[in-house]
């Protein structure tokens, strides 16, 4: 089944303490991005990555980094996690920038 | 820079109703324009898309034309169905300037009673 797959769902971590939120797609898409939503921001772009060892900045791009080291994989890193990162964050993939994005079904994350 | 406006909700409707839910955009270059929904609990699947003026995007009963003269991509579907409850934004992809970004409104929740 072609799909985006995002680990863990739900995590709840405490400040400053690194995590990984992996990203990982079976359908050979160049474009991979990473998005986070908040009650009353809508969806927000962190990052994107046009192909491998391609990544750029999105719309809310500080306290992330992103890596792009094999097509299929685009891991989100939080070195220093803080509580306004608090949030439902989303990976999706896409072929082509006109054709539409597969999202996974996210990953829940609380720092307390 | 690119921006998406949507109306905002929440829109309740009955079933059968008519829907319309509004969009309109700012882009400095050719936009392809895309509406996405979300039901509860779950992640955005792609409802319908356009690439280019004119275009009109069509699935599951659901339409929006993309319309250059008026930067608009309002979606409509003839009757609702309380199924179709859930949350639709739109979005933007802009492949301008050797990037590409995909902005996103802030959505518009849709519950349709029976």
């Known amino acids: 089944e072609a799909q985006v797959t995002q680990n863990p769902r739900y995590l709840i971590t405490v400040t400053g303490k690194k995590l990984t939120v992996t990203c990982s797609q079976n359908?050979?898409?160049?474009?991979m991005s990473w998005y986070r939503q908040d009650p009353g921001l809508g969806l927000r772009q962190i990052y994107y990555?046009?192909?491998?060892?391609?990544?750029d900045k999105g719309d809310v791009p500080e306290g992330y980094k992103v890596s792009r080291k094999e097509k299929r994989n685009f891991p989100l890193i939080l070195e220093s996690p803080s509580p306004n990162q608090t949030s439902l964050y989303f990976c999706?993939?896409?072929?082509?920038?006109?054709?539409?994005?597969?999202f996974g079904s996210g990953t829940r994350l609380t720092v307390v | 820079g690119n921006s998406v406006t949507q109306m905002e909700g929440p829109v309740t409707l009955s079933e059968e109703a008519f829907l319309t839910i509004n969009c309109t955009y700012t882009?400095?270059?050719?936009?392809?324009l895309f509406w996405y929904v979300q039901y509860p609990g779950e992640g955005l699947q792609l409802l319908l898309k356009?690439?280019?003026?004119?275009d009109k995007g069509s699935n599951k009963g659901f339409e929006a034309t993309y319309r250059k003269e008026t930067t608009s991509f309002h979606l409509e579907k003839g009757s609702v169905q309380v199924s179709d409850s859930a949350v639709y934004f739109c979005?933007?992809?802009?492949?301008?300037?050797?990037?590409?970004?995909?902005?996103f409104g802030k959505g518009t929740k849709l519950s349709v009673i029976p």
């Open positions: 882009a400095t270059g050719y936009p392809s």
């Open positions: 990555s046009m192909n491998v060892e391609v990544t």
């Open positions: 356009a690439t280019k003026a004119d």
């Open positions: 979005a933007l992809g802009d492949s301008g300037a050797g990037s590409y970004q995909l902005t």
């Open positions: 359908m050979n898409h160049e474009y």
């Open positions: 999706a993939s896409s072929p082509t920038e006109s054709y539409g994005y597969t």
